[in-house]
């Protein structure tokens, strides 16, 4: 009696287990779906979001500011031969100030990566980046290796300034992220910045065919003197 029921185990298992060629076919017709990599960027309104956003992503550059849908993403698709088959960027915009707190703490939650953006010439908009990074911290944990943070100087081609690349570096040394000073309208470092999160997010073991400069983060001299203007 046992022998006859472990024979017929057998031919069931054999009859419910798919054979290979059914599971080739599921796996091409059926893909496992890919989950997007997911930026959040944040700042005040008029830094410049939105033109970073769009540089990056249509590589191109308007003149006229117009505010961010608070419920819309911006998806890039990264081509295949970058980072792999099916790579996509899901850029979400959010809008300058506090009109969303919701939301905000909604895309946070769900982001991968944050890009926090000052404009150069505004000095307050720098200041005013402390409430995003806090944000960030109570929601993702102390630890944002996993969520890596990148701070953006952005307006740098203007000539008229109240920051300076230093004022930036100190921020970025004493929340221990990445740096870099951009211009969306000369097209300064914007492409450095959004392969620096693709690779982070990729790890170690793919590296892109373009390499990207380093966050522009200060020598061992430089943080010195830093440390000693604090």
């Known amino acids: 009696m046992g022998n006859s029921c472990s024979g017929l185990k057998e031919k069931l298992g054999q009859r419910v287990r798919p054979s290979p060629t059914l599971s080739f076919l599921r796996s091409v017709l059926f893909p496992k779906k890919k989950k997007d990599f997911c930026v959040v960027v944040l700042g005040s309104a008029g ?6 956003v769009q540089r990056w992503v249509n590589s191109c550059f308007s003149e006229k500011y117009e505010p961010p849908a608070p419920l819309s993403d911006v998806i890039y698709h990264v081509p295949d031969g970058l980072f792999g088959s099916g ?17 905000q703490c909604l895309k946070i939650a769900r982001g ?12 307050q908009t720098l200041e005013e980046l402390t409430p995003f990074y806090m944000l960030i ?35 970025a040394l004493k ?15 914007v492409e450095e910045l959004f392969f620096e999160l693709l690779t982070h997010e990729r790890g170690a073991e793919t590296s892109p065919q ?17 440390a000693a203007a604090t």
């Open 210 to 226: 373009a390499t990207p400069e380093k966050s522009q983060m200060p020598d061992a001299a430089t943080e010195d003197r830093l």
């Open 137 to 171: 911290r109570e929601i993702k944990g102390p630890n944002l290796h996993k969520y890596p943070v990148v701070l953006v100087g952005n307006k740098c081609d203007e000539a008229r300034r109240e920051l300076t690349t230093l004022d930036g570096a100190a921020y």
């Open 47 to 52: 830094v410049g979001k939105s033109a970073l």
């Open 175 to 189: 929340w221990n992220c990445g740096f870099f000073e951009t211009s969306a309208k000369r097209n300064i470092n």
């Open 112 to 123: 991968h990566a944050f890009i926090l953006v000052y404009s150069v010439t505004e000095k």
């Open 87 to 103: 790579t996509k960027m899901r850029i979400t915009d959010l809008p300058g100030g506090q009109l969303y707190p919701a939301l």
